[in-house]
Each structure stands twice: as structure tokens, then as C-alpha cells.
């Protein structure tokens, strides 16, 4: 199985899952519960196969930490694949971070001239 499609497995096998223990705790058989989960991962797949999704991180205090450890070991070295597959996150999503954070903070690629102004 190629990456990408086990990913595809492994989130429709989440949302399975989420689905039936949800069903579960509204009171649903756990045998009926189940055939909901894969009905709505069947009816997912059915109608948003072949597009491309991201789903984005909602923690803004997370993703700046995150944001600057990105940066750091991009400046460090780190290929865009390496840092795409360690954070999870696609190449073109890891670009638009590394641009955002740049037009941010100007001082990641140059050193103040005189120090800190005070």
C-alpha cells in the first residue's frame, strides 16, 4: 500500500471509529453503532474522493511554538520533506508557514547590525 493511501485508510478508519463511539454514547447499539461509523466513512469517501483536504490546527499558542521550531530547523538544515513528514503537514502548507513567519519576523535571516534597540 502506497503512503497515501494508507493515509486515506487510517482517516476513514478514525472517522469510523469516532462515528460508532458516538453513536454508542447517544444510546445506539454497539452492532448498529458500527454500520453507522462505516456508513459515514463510505458516504465521506463517496463524496469527497479524488479532492484534496487539509484539516488546520486550531491552537494559535501551539502553532507559534510549533512555527518557530519549524523555522529553526529549516534555517538548521532540514529538507522541506523531512519537516512536512515530521510535522504532518503538506509541502505546500510548510512553505506558506515558512513564508508567513519570514514576513514576520525579519530578524530570522539577518542579525541586528548594532544589537537590540532598547
Known sequence: MKP????????LE??????AATAVDLGLASDLADQVGAAVADALADD???QVLSFP???AY???QRDRA???AHRRGASLAELAHQYKITDRGLR???RRAESR???LRQQQLFGNPQ
Open 105 to 107: 519576523d525579519r530578524d
Open 4 to 11: 497515501m493511501e494508507a493515509r486515506r485508510a487510517e482517516l
Open 14 to 19: 478514525h472517522v469510523a471509529a469516532r462515528a
Open 62 to 64: 501551539r502553532l507559534s
Open 48 to 50: 469527497f474522493g479524488g
Open 70 to 72: 519549524i523555522l529553526e
Open 57 to 59: 490546527k486550531d491552537c
Open 96 to 98: 506558506m508557514l515558512l
